[in-house]
């Protein structure tokens, strides 16, 4: 069982910068693939990146060169860090964790309870 609680997110301007955390209980987590999904309003969740338990990371191509996943296994805890923001990132984003490193939502057994972010104009 796997426990995730996303952090760090909050109301910026087109350009800044939000780093999100998460971060998950249990003594496994160097094991699991995570993941950061985001939803914005009136549409469907959306993969954003993901770090393999490897440490191999995969992006959507709309936050390629501005967002970075990273993890830090003696704190349990996955980042995203999110650079040159814009009005259209603004989505409540979700940590995810799971036994393979996929862009498919339904292939991650553990969610946080989200975080949003706002990205004004």
């Given amino acids: 069982q796997v426990q995730l609680v996303e952090s760090g997110g909050g109301l910026v301007q ?20 995570m993941a950061w999904f985001r939803q914005a309003p009136g549409k469907e969740r959306e ?8 440490g191999s990371t995969y992006y959507v191509d709309s936050v390629k060169g501005r967002f970075t996943i990273s993890r830090d296994n003696a704190k349990n805890t996955v980042y995203l860090q999110m ?4 009005p259209e990132d603004t989505a409540v984003y979700f940590c995810a ?10 292939n991650y057994g553990y969610w946080g309870q989200g975080t949003q972010v706002t990205v004004s104009s």
């Avoid at 350009?15 to 987590?29: D, T, W």
């Avoid at 993969?47 to 338990?53: D, E, K, P, Q």
């Avoid at 393979?100 to 339904?106: D, K, Y």
């Fill in 14 to 33: 087109a350009g800044g910068s939000l780093r999100l955390s998460c971060a998950a209980s249990g003594r496994a987590f160097s094991t699991y693939a």
């Fill in 97 to 106: 964790a799971g036994r393979g490193t996929t862009v498919v939502a339904p």
């Fill in 83 to 86: 650079n040159s923001l814009a």
């Fill in 47 to 54: 993969f954003v990146a993901a770090i393999s338990s490897g």
